[in-house]
Every structure is written in C-alpha cells, then in structure tokens.
C-alpha cells in the first residue's frame, strides 16, 4: 500500500511531463516539417523498390523482391559501389590533409586575419555545388582549358593533358567542394583546444613534432572522426560531380540512381540502388563512428 502510494506522485509527474511535452513542443515544427518534407518522401522512394512500377503506376503484383534481387545479383551494381567507396575514401582523406593546416593556423590567428580566413573558408558554401562543379570543368576542360593553356603557354607541357572526364577529376572536384565540411569541425575544436597540454608536453621535453603527433592530433580526434564521417558520407552520396566531372561514360551508384529513375524511367530499379546507396552509406558511416569511438575513448569520464 505504502509503495502505491509513494509510486503515484511519480506517475502523476511523469504523465505531466509527457502533457507539458517536457521541453520538446519548441522543436514539434522542425520534427513534423522533417518527417513530411524528408522521412516521407525517403520512405516512399525506398518502397518502390519492393513493388513493381509501370508507366507511373503501381501494378497489380504487389509486394516483390524481384528489383533487389536484380540489383543485388548484378556485378555492375557492385562495380559501381566500390568505385563510390574508393572514391569516397580518397576523397575524404584529401580533405583532411588539406583542412588540417588550415584549421591549425586559424587556432594561432588573431585579429583581422583570423576573420579573413574564416571567411574564405565559409565563402564557398555560399556558392551552389552546381556552380563549382562548372568552375572545374572551365579549369580542367581540354586545350581551352585554363589549366591546359596556363601549361602550355609556360613551355611546361607539349600536349594538352587529359583530366576531364577522368576519376582524377571527380576527385579533384570533390576534395575542393567538400572541404569546408572537413575544416568547419576541425576548426571548431582546435581553436578551442587546451594549450596547457601542448605546454606541458614541451615542458618534459618532448619535440614539437612528438607534441603535434602525440598530443594535438589526439585531442582533435572528435573533430576528425565527425569530418571524415560527414564528408565520406556527401562524396559516397553524389552525383552531380560525377556526372559532370566525370564525363557521360563514367558512372558511380548515385549517379546509376538518378539515371534510372529520371533518364530511363524505371523507378523500381532505381528505388532498389537507392536503397542499396543508403543501406551501404548508412554502414559505411556507422563503422566510421564505431572505429572513431575507439580512438577517442580516452577522452571519455570515467564514473
């Protein structure tokens, strides 16, 4: 009896807590604008994969693994998904060699100069993807192109170097459009890091290479790990660099799922390589954080 009764304040408080939305009501706009606007249309995409679309409609078969099947038995799906993935991985490794120093020297910035370099990291997300992608193909296109004539005119080269069309290219392009997405985390947590290690370090003798490798590189790991994920994921997911970059005859899984359903028009097809996409993605990055979660449990508090 005595536990009923003490039990009851306990309930009663929950259940209000569940009335008051316990602090959640703020953010019921964004998850209702996210589930109609992203889980919907996602979800419907991936369900035409498991039935059978003719001209637009659903026919009378019903549910089916016929497109899985397919698209799972096809040693070009599979192709294609190693080149996403090594791609990916180049990709999103150039990216932190290049964000890194980057994000180093802006922790040692002051002043105007900091606000500059800070500002030349942001400014190219202000530009479309798209746009960038074009900016490429006038750099690297044949021997009107600006990198191609720059060479040629310089007595550098004899013949005009082929790059376009090229996984030299797609990853080129990639690395520069996505590297704002490396250093933005990079930045974020060197800026802020503890110097009192680094001088400690020094302090017990330890060379400046020994503290960077040892102590400045561990202490970013979070920020490492949270880049590599997010821009594996953007250049595993891509297709308009690709497409473009890579000319009409090179082709990676993004770009098989956006040809299958807006060129040919098959849309179970392309439902079934969109589901395999984010399947693969979606454990591509889960093993990213796992890895990473290994790497920065020293950072962890022990209770």
Not at 16 to 22: K, P, T
């Amino acid at each position: 009896m005595t536990d009923a009764v003490l039990a009851q304040p306990t309930r009663l408080s929950l259940a209000r807590r569940v009335i008051d939305g316990g602090g959640l009501w703020p953010a019921v706009p964004a998850l209702v604008y996210l589930v109609l606007f992203m889980v919907l249309p996602i979800a419907t995409l991936l369900t035409f994969g498991f039935v059978t679309i003719d001209r637009g409609a659903i026919t009378d078969g019903g549910f089916t693994l016929t497109h899985i099947a397919g698209v799972l038995g096809d040693p070009l799906v599979w192709n294609l998904t190693w080149r996403s993935f090594w791609i990916a991985v180049v990709s999103t490794c150039l990216t932190l060699v290049l964000a890194y120093p980057i994000a180093y020297a802006y922790g040692h910035l002051k002043g105007v100069w900091r606000t500059l370099l800070l500002v030349a990291i942001i400014s190219p997300l202000l530009t479309s993807a798209l746009v960038r992608t074009y900016a490429w193909i006038v750099i690297l296109g044949g021997r009107r192109g600006l990198l191609n004539q720059t060479l040629l005119s310089l007595g550098v080269i004899d013949q005009p170097l082929q790059i376009l069309n090229t996984s030299t290219a797609v990853v080129m392009g990639m690395t520069q459009i996505h590297l704002p997405f490396m250093i933005l985390p990079l930045l974020a947590v060197l800026s802020e890091r503890d110097r009192r290690f680094e001088e400690a370090s020094l302090n017990l003798g330890a060379s400046q290479v020994e503290t960077f490798f040892r102590v400045t590189i561990p202490m970013s790991m979070p920020a490492i790990v949270a880049g590599f994920a997010l821009v594996f994921a953007v250049s595993y997911t891509n297709f308009i660099i690709p497409q473009l970059l890579g000319g009409g005859n090179y082709s990676t899984l993004a770009v098989q799922v956006y040809e299958q359903t807006i060129v040919v028009l098959d849309w179970s097809r392309g439902a079934a390589l969109a589901t395999l996409l984010l399947t693969t993605c979606f454990a591509f990055v889960l093993a990213i954080v796992s890895v990473g979660g290994r790497l920065t449990r020293w950072s962890e508090v022990r209770r």
